[in-house]
């Protein structure tokens, strides 16, 4: 696996635990987390990252305004949304701003780990 470093960002503090343990339990690198979309944006920035979970939902700057700022400062970014929101325009305008894949919580880890090893 070359691409293995994840920055996980949403404002659940139980989610990015459970996702960190899930990615290292399958040979994922976690550089970093963030629970709002500024942190989110200032994480990618620091530590460049491979792969990006991004929530959309988060206090202080959403998830599409971090999606558009991290694809903005780098537009072969990875990333991939993991939301509650599953609506067709929700999933259309985050893949239009540049998200590699779209999944909806609660997700399922075989289709998590499948999604991100197709991103390798």
Same mark, same amino acid.
């Given at each position: 696996?070359?691409?293995? $470093?994840?920055?996980?960002?949403?404002?659940? $503090?139980?989610? $990015?635990?459970?996702? =960190?343990r899930?990615?290292?339990?399958n +040979?994922?690198?976690?550089? +970093? %987390?963030?629970?709002?979309?500024? %942190?989110?944006?200032?994480?990618?920035?620091?530590?460049?990252?491979?792969?990006v979970?991004?929530?959309l939902?988060?206090p202080?700057?959403? +998830?599409?305004?971090?999606? $558009?700022?991290?694809? /903005?400062?780098?537009? *072969?970014?990875?990333?991939?949304?993991?939301?509650?929101?599953?609506?067709e325009?929700?999933? %259309?305008?985050?893949?239009? *701003?540049?998200?590699?894949?779209?999944?909806? =919580?609660?997700? %399922? /880890?075989?289709?998590?780990?499948?999604?991100?090893?197709?991103?390798?």
């Amino acid at each position: 696996m070359t691409n293995n $470093r994840v920055l996980i960002c949403d404002d659940s $503090r139980s989610i $990015r635990l459970i996702t =960190k343990r899930l990615l290292q339990d399958n +040979g994922y690198q976690v550089v +970093g %987390e963030a629970s709002n979309g500024q %942190e989110a944006t200032e994480a990618f920035i620091h530590h460049k990252p491979d792969l990006v979970l991004l929530d959309l939902v988060m206090p202080e700057t959403d +998830g599409q305004t971090a999606l $558009r700022q991290i694809v /903005e400062h780098n537009p *072969s970014a990875k990333v991939v949304i993991l939301s509650s929101l599953g609506s067709e325009s929700d999933v %259309e305008e985050c893949l239009r *701003s540049g998200a590699s894949s779209y999944i909806q =919580k609660p997700f %399922e /880890e075989d289709i998590l780990l499948s999604t991100l090893n197709e991103l390798q």
